[in-house]
């Protein structure tokens, strides 16, 4: 058989500004490496400093200049541009071919129209957030050193064909990182062995704003505070 004929559950996880030659000082990470272990390491490739041109490689397999999106450029809130609607994704192939798709975490492709959005380029689900960042406890949309634009933690699921999306509202302001864990282990949990499906977990840490859980750091260093976050990608994976 073909390998997409075979019952098979992939997987994908990332986090942000984490290099592939990053140093992780003192800080182990021995869930991450017990992953890789288990796991086809892939050690030759093609990434761009960005996020947004990074996730355009990743989901079309192509080079993000060929499409627009390359270079040092991530698509801020209000910007209207977002992945082609002629590039065709890993999940628009994946779904096609049977398998149940979802997307947990950071999308960053566009969100200036609902074509641009995770159900419109091949996902069944999405939870998550719309844009690049967004503060860690209050779940509100940020842009460096600007205030905050907006909330930004939805889920949209499709009803017949249209989407239904859904403000994710908690009140008790739980850690992005704990509230993307637990929906993806609640996702894995709902399939049987021979499911077919394909999921995405995309972390924000340790991308800015820099606020890990007061338990997970010991100073008030941005360095510390930066492998602390690192360390709660780790615990989270």
Not at 34 to 41: G, V
Not at 49 to 75: D, E, I, K, Q, V
Not at 160 to 177: A, L
Not at 193 to 221: A, G, Q
Request: hydrophobic letters at 30%; proline letters at 4%.
């Amino acid at each position: 058989k073909q390998w997409y004929q075979r019952r098979v559950a992939i997987t994908a996880g990332g986090n942000n500004d984490v290099g592939y030659n990053n140093v992780f000082g003192d800080i182990k990470t021995p869930y991450i490496d017990r992953l890789a272990s288990e796991s086809i390491k892939l050690d030759r490739f093609y990434t761009q400093p960005m996020c947004s041109p990074s996730r355009a490689a990743f989901f079309t397999g192509r080079y993000p200049f060929r499409m627009g999106m390359g270079g040092a450029r991530a698509l801020y809130y209000g910007t209207k541009s977002g992945l082609p609607q002629s590039e065709i994704t890993l999940a628009n192939v994946l779904k096609n071919l049977g398998y149940d798709t979802s997307l947990v975490g950071k999308w960053h492709l566009g969100f200036g129209s609902w074509d641009q959005t995770p159900l419109a380029r091949g996902f069944n689900y999405f939870y998550g957030m719309y844009g690049g960042s967004m503060t860690h406890f209050t779940h509100m949309s940020y842009e460096g050193d600007t205030k905050a634009e907006g909330y930004d933690l939805f889920e949209d699921t499709w009803e017949g064909d249209k989407i239904s999306h859904k403000v994710i509202v908690d009140k008790e302001e739980t850690y992005d990182e704990l509230l993307l864990t637990q929906k993806a282990v609640d996702i894995i949990s709902k399939y049987k062995k021979d499911d077919r499906f394909f999921m995405v977990v995309s972390y924000t840490t340790p991308h800015s704003p820099v606020n890990p859980l007061p338990s997970d750091y010991e100073s008030n260093s941005q360095k510390r505070k930066k492998y602390r976050l690192r360390l709660c990608v780790d615990t989270t994976a």
